[in-house]
């Protein structure tokens, strides 16, 4: 029987509509090479449906790696695509730290709250 390092159960993603063009989405877990593939579902069935504004709360993960980054990157150029954009939500230390390290603080608006992550959702 094989084993799953965590698999796809470490991870639990729910969307909300914030408003007719915003929507928040919740990851909560770790965003790994295992799970990192039901982010990009969940994200690319909404750009699918017409949705390019998104605030995505990263402050129930744990962990992310540069699969998970990579995800997040190619959901920005789908939206941008469409003159749509995507805030982060974070404010644990060590999510942000990979941020910092890997330049991705240049590219991503990252915010303490939902509030403020909305307000400047262009």
Not at 31 to 40: C, F, G, L, N
Request: charged residues 30%.
């Amino acid at each position: 029987m094989e084993e799953k390092r965590g698999g796809l159960m470490d991870i639990k993603i729910n969307t909300k509509q914030l408003n007719n063009k915003n929507y928040l989405i919740e990851i909560n877990g770790e965003i790994d090479v295992y799970t990192s593939i039901k982010v990009k579902e969940v994200i690319n069935e909404l750009i699918d449906k017409g949705h390019y504004q998104f605030v995505i709360s990263l402050e129930g993960v744990r962990y992310i790696d540069s699969t998970g980054l990579g995800v997040l990157i190619g959901a920005l150029k789908k939206v941008k695509e469409h003159d749509g954009n995507i805030n982060l939500i974070c404010t644990s230390p060590q999510i942000k730290k990979i941020f910092n390290i890997t330049g991705l603080v240049k590219i991503f608006e990252i915010f303490k709250n939902e509030e403020e992550a909305l307000k400047n959702l262009s």
